[in-house]
């Protein structure tokens, strides 16, 4: 009876709204399954970024502390360098001075055998022939006085060097080898 009443064109009508209607029921259903993934999605991304920042934060953190102990161990070995630079310079003054005055009294020593009567000491005979013969053979191998004096004070430098290079590597073979520093460039 109503089919009657309305005509094709009406139950035509009544079919399209229907069909309407299940689209639009359709599209609210739509709409909040993608509004709801929409907020999933958003609390991801904010949970990235959140895990973004903290990782940054740590890194950052991380590189201070690296050049901290790159800044410390790098006064360490300037102080250990130091020390071993006063103590050669030190050690080498002393060694000279004592080398020189052993130098003095050798000098001294052999002025006075030379110079036996400037003591006041009562005259020596002198030596034969022969005998001062083999004394001058037996020193005819050595250096003079003052070349001798040269060579130990090169003797004691070339020492000193050697002991001053071998206690910077030392102090060079105890620098940490620790992580490398990392640059964050700013605004991340």
């Avoid at 309407?20 to 949970?47: N, P």
């Avoid at 009294?105 to 400037?118: F, S, W």
Wanted: proline share 4%; glycine share 8%.
């Amino acid at each position: 009876m109503i089919l009657r009443f309305l005509g094709l064109q009406g139950i035509a009508g009544i079919a399209a709204g229907l069909v309407l209607a299940i689209l639009l029921v359709v599209q609210k259903a739509e709409t909040r399954h993608w509004q709801t993934q929409s907020a999933s999605f958003e609390r991801l991304y904010v949970g990235e970024q959140a895990a973004l920042a903290g990782t940054l934060a740590n890194v950052r953190a991380a590189a201070e502390a690296a050049r901290a102990a790159d800044k410390a161990n790098a006064e360490r070995v300037e102080a250990g360098q130091r020390a071993i630079n006063e103590r050669t310079a030190s050690d080498y003054q002393d060694r000279l001075a004592a080398a020189r005055a052993r130098a003095d009294r050798l000098l001294v020593n052999a002025e006075a055998k030379a110079d036996p009567g400037a003591r006041g000491s009562p005259a020596v005979p002198g030596l034969s022939a022969a005998a001062g013969g083999s004394a001058q053979a037996s020193g005819q191998g050595r250096l003079p006085r003052s070349d001798a004096l040269t060579a130990t004070e090169q003797a004691i430098q070339l020492d000193e060097l050697i002991k001053w290079v071998r206690q910077q590597a030392e102090v060079d073979a105890k620098v940490d080898k620790g992580p490398a520093s990392v640059a964050i460039p700013p605004g991340n």
